[in-house]
């Protein structure tokens, strides 16, 4: 089992940054994929990015350009770093590893707004 918790949600306006974080509560070391995903209110969730244990990234095409993830697997973080954010990134946003088994954290909410 591993905890997975967010952090670095908030509000901001239309072409600010926002760096979120995700704490993993044991070594995530070479064995797991990280990712986000995000819920838009009343809608499904979706990919936005992942990144492999050998470093390889995926990014969803809506962000392609603006966000960047990375991690640190001696800190056992990963950092999804959101730039010129559009009202339409507006959603709770949620950490995910996966090595065979799921795990996801509770989610934190990032609202872009003037």
């Known amino acids: 089992q591993v905890q997975l918790a967010e952090s670095g949600g908030g509000l901001v306006q239309p072409g600010g940054s926002l760096r979120l974080s995700c704490a993993a509560s044991?070594?995530?070391?070479?064995?797991?994929?990280m990712g986000w995903y995000r819920q838009p209110s009343g809608k499904e969730r979706e990919f936005v990015a992942r990144?492999?244990?050998?470093?390889?990234?995926y990014y969803a095409d809506s962000v392609k350009g603006r966000f960047t993830i990375s991690r640190d697997n001696a800190a056992n973080t990963v950092v999804l770093q959101m730039n010129s954010l559009k009202p339409e990134d507006t959603a709770v946003y949620h950490c995910?590893?996966?090595?065979?088994?799921?795990?996801w954290g509770q989610g934190t909410l990032v609202t872009v707004s003037s």
């Open positions: 990144v492999r244990s050998d470093g390889i990234t």
């Open positions: 995910h590893a996966t090595s065979g088994s799921e795990f």
């Open positions: 044991r070594s995530i070391g070479r064995l797991f994929s």
